[in-house]
């Protein structure tokens, strides 16, 4: 009997994980390959991000990375935010996903993910209000960047870019004066 249970066991795992990969879900991450995908890329993002506007995709340019990753798979800007509804990540939401350069999950796996890694207490999302969210990542907009970083995007997720629209007004919001 116990070794039946077992085999019953192995058996579904191993069917889990087929699925997984066949989905594209695997370690968390919707996208198998992700972290492949994404780390020929890393340092010509980190590079460029630290260069032109001196942050990164967590610390400053979240809202160029989401406005360069939605201008190639489409979607709408959203931010994490706090218990007091103060925004303090920018993502992209796509087809009940949510995205940004540490890859797609869904919102409530997304949100324990980017809390952990960036101690941050984020407890739900909301459609970006360019008037009050992210406001210094406003400051540092720019959509040379951005368009270079999208293009990045473009080369490694292929499979997944819509026609892109360069300079989407709603990615980034109002340009700062």
Same mark, same amino acid.
């Given at each position: 009997?116990?070794? #039946?249970?077992?085999?019953t066991l192995k058996s579904a795992m191993a069917s889990l994980?087929?699925?997984?990969?066949?989905?594209?879900?695997l370690g968390g991450a919707l996208i198998t390959d992700w972290e492949e995908r994404i780390s020929?890329?890393?340092d010509s993002v980190y590079g460029d991000l630290? %260069? %032109? @506007?001196?942050?990164?995709?967590f610390d400053g340019g979240?809202?160029? @990375?989401?406005? $360069?990753?939605?201008?190639?798979?489409g979607g709408d800007l959203v931010v994490l935010v706090r218990p007091n509804?103060? $925004?303090?990540?920018? $993502?992209?939401? #796509?087809?009940?996903?949510?995205?940004?350069?540490?890859?797609?999950?869904?919102?409530?796996?997304?949100?324990?993910r980017f809390n952990k890694r960036e101690h941050a207490e984020c407890a739900g999302?909301? #459609?970006?209000?360019?008037?009050t969210d992210l406001i210094e990542a406003?400051?540092?907009?720019?959509?040379?960047?951005?368009?270079?970083?999208a293009d990045l995007f473009a080369e490694v997720l292929p499979d997944i870019a819509v026609e892109r629209n360069i300079h989407q007004e709603h990615s980034q919001g109002p340009t700062p004066s």
């Open positions: 009997m116990l070794i #039946k249970l077992k085999s994980i087929s699925e997984g990969r066949k989905e594209g879900c020929s890329i890393r630290g %260069t %032109t @506007v001196g942050c990164g995709p979240c809202l160029i @990375v989401a406005g $360069a990753l939605q201008s190639v798979i509804g103060f $925004a303090d990540h920018a $993502a992209v939401l #796509k087809d009940g996903l949510l995205w940004d350069f540490s890859g797609p999950l869904p919102p409530a796996k997304f949100i324990s999302f909301r #459609k970006i209000n360019y008037d406003r400051e540092i907009a720019d959509n040379s960047l951005q368009d270079r970083l």
